[in-house]
């Protein structure tokens, strides 16, 4: 596959998340320059393997496992500088070289706080069943809530000029106080100062990665160097799009990447769609095709679906095109990853989800109201499994023909070729699918 031709490209689950994004990042890498996280926080969980070795990324961009790489972190982000600067030395201790070079991150992005972590969690606790998201309880939703109000968002700006947050900081930790008192009877006060002085370490332990982003990302394009764009969680967790309130509260999806990162969007050329071979989900929400059953848990056990973040059993079912075809609307993808084929071994028939129904009708499109979606009833196309084990298998002619027809079954559902399929959690694992086969 000629990577080079695909130009400043991003790569996009279709999904609910963990489509494996991580993988297919790390796949494309060495053929671009600059890799972006442009949304998301410490929510995300990416896990890549190289050569046996597992690496789970929160904070940090997957491009940063290979040296020549540069990796931002931009404006649309949120940061919480703790988990940031724990995931650097964990991975120094593991010989990886993180420096100024090839990390780079937002004046620009928003600051996570403890309060924000509390705040999530609280929030969970107190919610009635029904009403609770199942966040990540990472402080990704406050976070980005206290930007959107304009009153308590913090940025990574401010950590220079001391005098100032230690002002502010103050001022709103005494209005967390508050408010955490009041609305959960927390009695405990955050120490003010204790955390000011803290966030003033961080900042120092950063500055050499603090930047403008948007001004090396201006000039990366200038020089015609090659952009890779990281999406985190799915774009059916998208705040505007997706199955909400059940999403995150970001702009997850391909459309998120110019305001995230701070580009011109005429400066995207190739849209990378990642799909599973099935579909999971962490956290509450709609989900038609959920199986409830020992073959939702046999795709958990052989799938390893358990979340990276916060080790959650991954709920499971089988591929819902109406969901991930209404992603691909929104998404455009120019090229599709299909994810943990290998998973779906074994199966004597696999099953897709061509439509819902709902109270005794089709249903045919994905509904707006979240809690319709709740009751649709998938309508499915069975296709024929097949028995062998595909982790050795490095061409589409060497997968069983069932594989094959699964492959093309949702490419065509989702009008767009698949370019790359995933037969195991290692970089080799991967399919490159020729144009004109
Ligand atoms: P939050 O982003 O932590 O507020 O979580 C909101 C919803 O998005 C929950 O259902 C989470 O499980 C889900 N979510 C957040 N980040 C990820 C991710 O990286 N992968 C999969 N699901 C995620
Ligand atoms: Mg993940």
């Known amino acids: 596959m000629d990577f080079r031709s695909l130009g400043n490209t ?4 279709l999904q609910w998340g963990d489509e494996g994004k991580g993988k297919i ?9 600059v890799v972006v996280r442009y949304s998301g926080g410490p929510n995300a969980g990416h896990t890549v393997v190289v050569k046996g070795d597992k690496f789970a990324l929160h904070q940090l961009p997957s491009g940063i496992l290979h040296p020549r790489v540069r990796n931002m972190i931009t404006g649309g982000t949120v940061l919480d500088p703790a988990v940031l600067l724990g995931e650097i030395e964990s991975l120094r201790q593991r010989g990886v070289v993180i420096s100024g070079e090839n990390l780079r991150i937002s ?6 706080f403890p309060y924000h972590r509390q705040q999530d969690m609280l929030a969970e606790r107190a919610a009635l069943p029904g009403s609770k998201i199942g966040t990540t309880a990472r402080g990704v939703g406050p976070c980005y809530a206290d930007k959107v109000s304009r009153r308590w968002g913090v940025r990574v700006c401010e950590l220079y000029a001391p005098e100032r947050f230690r002002r502010r900081l103050g001022e709103i930790i005494a209005h967390k106080n508050a408010y955490l008192a009041a609305l959960y009877d927390v009695r405990e006060p955050i120490d003010a100062s204790a955390t000011t002085e803290e966030y003033l370490t961080f900042a120092e332990q950063m500055r050499s990665f603090v930047c403008d982003t948007t001004i090396e990302l201006s000039q990366a394009i200038a020089e015609r160097r090659q952009l890779l764009f990281e999406g985190a969680q799915g774009s059916l967790l998208d705040i505007d799009h997706g199955t909400y309130p059940f999403v995150t509260s970001a702009s997850s999806g391909a459309g998120g990447v110019a305001s995230g990162a701070g580009i011109p969007p005429t400066s995207l050329k190739s849209v990378v769609g990642v799909i599973k071979a099935y579909t999971t989900r962490v956290g509450e929400g709609p989900f038609p095709t959920e199986l409830r059953d020992h073959v939702g848990e046999r795709i958990r056990e052989s799938g ?55 109270g005794g009708r089709a249903l045919n499109t994905f509904p707006a109201d979240t809690y319709s979606l709740m009751e649709a009833e998938p309508v499915y196309e069975t296709l024929p499994g097949w028995k062998e084990s595909l982790g050795a298998c490095r061409r589409f002619d060497e997968l069983p023909r069932a594989a094959r027809n699964f492959v093309e079954t949702l490419g065509r559902l989702l009008s767009a070729p698949v ?13 490159f699918v020729d144009k004109g086969r």
Do not use: K, N
């Not at 991003?10 to 689950?13: E, K, L, R, S």
């Not at 004046?107 to 996570?112: K, P």
């Not at 691909?328 to 439509?355: I, K, N, W, Y």
């Open 304 to 358: 390893r679906e358990y979340g990276t973040t916060t080790g959650r059993p991954r709920r499971c079912g089988w591929f819902d095109a109406v969901a991930a075809g209404y992603a691909a609307r929104l998404t455009g993808p120019t090229h599709l990853a299909v994810m943990h084929l290998d998973t779906l071994s074994g199966f004597e028939q696999v099953q897709v989800c061509v439509a819902y129904r709902a």
């Open 107 to 112: 004046d620009r992005a928003h600051l996570l």
């Open 10 to 13: 991003c790569v996009v689950g």
């Open 25 to 33: 990042v790390d796949v494309m890498v060495e053929h671009y320059d």
């Open 419 to 431: 370019t790359m399929i995933s037969v195991g959690p290692d970089r080799e694992q991967t399919i």
